[in-house]
């Protein structure tokens, strides 16, 4: 029997690259579920963050950007992120404050007219705003495209309103169970989370040298045989050319260093006990468009 003071729900965060979703997610957890980096289309797959209170659960589910995709990989983003439109009791259609209504964002627009779902518009990176009134111009535009429910402005970098968006989406959710037990903060296993830590390193790190053609794998994780207080981990990055390989590993070692020296800061935080991190650097040309190694690499590729 469904408990009346309590509530729950399934969130999804819809928008653009890089408006700031991971970040968001990031914020109301208070820990590190979805990478972030300030290249777009970081996210690939949709992340469950959740959020439990002794009043409510929310879902989140942190969705790739929507964009215009060039490859299979591309393709298989969109489809992850349209495809959850139909499964949540609300979406946060999350904007920067900085980027003017545009064509991607009428797209998604269009997505929502489908099926009228419930939508807040949460205007992003408002600390970066410079010019207000441009600002509530553009939020305008917003507003006259889709009849949403509420506009937030935040800025989940420091976390300025995100206690008070939260607040707002608990009222929007109906009385409901909770999915999952308390102390859980994503359905996602660690080994992929520990891949996707990697993977943001490797996008901090190489800038503009390295595109979106980084996978991690990880191959293998495990107790050290001698310590096993110690965590093995053995993981594979994937990038698509010879010269990307070079540029990830660096003279005589010295990216593929940094790297995993950053990442296994992050993973000794994840897991709460000391890591062994031992990297390895492989070449898969053209492997966002081959369905096969989509799938290896973690990927949810359907009708194939």
Request: hydrophobic share 40%; glycine share 6%.
């Amino acid at each position: 029997m469904t408990n009346e003071n309590f509530r729950s729900g399934f969130v999804a965060l819809i928008g653009r690259p890089n408006v700031g979703k991971s970040t968001l997610i990031n914020a109301v957890l208070g820990k590190k579920i979805s990478i972030v980096s300030s290249k777009p289309q970081t996210t690939r797959n949709r992340i469950l963050g959740i959020h439990t209170t002794p009043t409510e659960q929310i879902i989140f589910i942190d969705t790739p950007g929507i964009h215009k995709p060039l490859h299979e990989l591309g393709e298989l983003m969109n489809q992850i992120s349209l495809e959850t439109l139909t499964d949540v009791d609300l979406i946060l259609f999350i904007i920067d404050g900085n980027d003017p209504f545009g064509a991607g964002d009428n797209f998604v627009i269009q997505q929502f007219q489908k099926t009228n779902p419930k939508v807040i518009l949460v205007v992003n990176k408002i600390d970066l705003v410079k010019d207000k009134n441009k600002l509530l111009l553009n939020v305008v535009n917003f507003t006259k495209a889709y009849p949403f429910d509420e506009v937030y402005y935040i800025s989940a970098l420091t976390h300025e309103n995100v206690d008070s968006l939260v607040s707002a989406i608990v009222k929007n959710l109906k009385p409901g169970p909770m999915y999952y037990p308390e102390d859980q903060m994503t359905d996602y296993p660690e080994p992929f989370i520990i891949g996707e830590l990697i993977r943001e390193k490797v996008l901090e790190m190489t800038r503009e040298e390295i595109p979106h053609s980084v996978a991690v794998v990880i191959e293998d994780m495990k107790a050290n045989d001698v310590n096993p207080d110690l965590m093995d981990i053995r993981a594979t990055i994937f990038v698509e050319r010879d010269t990307q390989k070079k540029i990830v590993i660096g003279k005589n070692g010295s990216m593929i260093k940094q790297i995993g020296t950053l990442a296994r800061k992050d993973i000794v935080m994840l897991l709460g006990q000391k890591v062994f991190l031992e990297l390895w650097v492989k070449v898969e040309p053209d492997w966002r468009n081959k369905k096969t190694q989509l799938r290896k690499m973690g990927y949810f590729v359907q009708n194939s």
